[in-house]
């Protein structure tokens, strides 16, 4: 293949696109089952179709990602950042409205969703602001000053939507960087204090009533079993309900009976665990698992420290995307609406994790060139 390196071809990065391509095509057959839309006649539904052609488009994607050299994302992160925050604005005043949530920009054929975007632009700019900065200075609270305002523009912006489950993402993927840096400890406290006002002051002023409400039925479900607890208590019977093997594919009573809501996006692994069990939801959870350590082990890898950074920053947002919606499946955490990584349906989303799942795979193929 004329203009493009052969290492790169003998070194592809196998394991990240079997796992990333193994949890895609279990989330398509799963979409099957959840989608509402199937019945004897329409045995794949329309959004089962839809999902495909986004997973096409996003494995075109990951493969043009392997293409670019991921350094070259070094030297345009701010211009990548202040592009989404653009468009993030824009949404407030041009984005499509669907069940109350301004989140998408009406692009013709697709609706793009800018907030997804935000995690890869984020992710870019503090592996750029690392890189760069000394590896053996300790950060103080003033090295912390402005990535966090860097942080709070996009996550404003999201919350403002209203979408708290994206805002939240951004915020402990961006968080999760300080794992991996020389924090001092009068900063950390610091860092802790700054972040329970920033709660506070988020319940009283950006907070919906409905918002408020989840977390309330969270702490005693039987608060309002018919009303705001009814979602994570139907979640939490049909995962019960599957047992050891699960009730088998398309025999879910809670999916196919419809007492699940949003089965086809947040509460996709609902699905998962009624129909596939326990071992079913195990070989899954164990597939992000490998994604995870495979992450981390090619930022361990790398050749260069901004690699190693952008590796961590990918490994993150697909730990925390998963352990988030997880959790609030299965009742450990407030329902906030994160998607689970390519098993939910959505075309945005799906796509940026391919892209993401494509700069790993850079990072782990490029360490053999320089």
């Given at each position: ?26 989330g398509i ?38 293409l670019?050299?991921?350094?070259t ?57 690392l ?6 200075a ?10 966090a ?16 489950g ?40 950006f ?7 989840r ?18 208590i ?19 009573s ?7 809501p ?89 796509l ?19």
């Amino acid at each position: 293949m004329p203009g493009i390196d052969r290492r790169l071809i003998q070194n592809f990065e196998w394991p990240v696109f079997v796992l990333g391509l193994a949890v895609s095509l279990v989330g398509i057959v799963n979409l099957i089952s959840a989608s509402p839309e199937r019945s004897a006649a329409n045995l794949i539904p329309e959004t089962a179709w839809r999902q495909v052609v986004w997973m096409g488009l996003g494995l075109a994607l990951l493969l043009a990602t392997l293409l670019l050299d991921y350094r070259t994302l070094e030297r345009i992160a701010f211009p990548f950042y202040g592009a989404v925050v653009t468009l993030l604005v824009a949404v407030l005043f041009v984005g499509r409205i669907v069940n109350g949530s301004q989140r998408w920009i009406d692009l013709g054929p697709m609706n793009l969703q800018p907030s997804e975007l935000a995690k890869l632009a984020l992710i870019v700019l503090f592996a750029r602001i690392l890189a760069r900065r000394s590896a053996t200075a300790p950060v103080g609270l003033l090295d912390l000053a402005i990535p966090a305002g860097l942080v709070a523009i996009p996550a404003a912006l999201v919350v403002k939507q209203p979408d708290l489950g994206t805002a939240l993402v951004l915020c402990v993927v961006s968080v999760s960087f300080l794992a991996v840096t020389r924090v001092r400890l009068s900063s950390i406290l610091l860092i802790g204090t700054a972040g329970i006002a920033a709660v506070t002051i988020a319940w009283f002023f950006f907070l919906h009533d409905y918002q408020k409400e989840r977390v309330f039925t969270f702490l005693n479900p039987e608060r309002d079993p018919l009303g705001a607890a009814y979602h994570s208590i139907q979640a939490q019977i049909a995962v019960g309900a599957g047992g050891l093997f699960g009730k088998g594919f398309l025999h879910g009573s809670q999916s196919q009976l419809d007492f699940l809501p949003e089965e086809q996006t947040d509460f996709v692994f609902s699905v998962l665990g009624e129909e596939w069990g326990f071992v079913g939801t195990a070989f899954v959870l164990l597939l992000y698992l490998g994604i995870l350590i495979r992450g981390l082990q090619i930022a361990h890898s790398s050749k260069d420290l901004f690699g190693a950074y952008l590796s961590v920053g990918i490994a993150a947002l697909f730990f925390w995307e998963g352990a988030i919606n997880v959790g609030m499946v299965i009742g450990l955490l407030p329902v906030v609406g994160v998607p689970l990584p390519m098993l939910s349906y959505g075309g945005s989303a799906l796509l940026t994790d391919m892209i993401a799942l494509g700069l790993l795979m850079n990072v782990s193929m490029r360490r053999y060139i320089f």
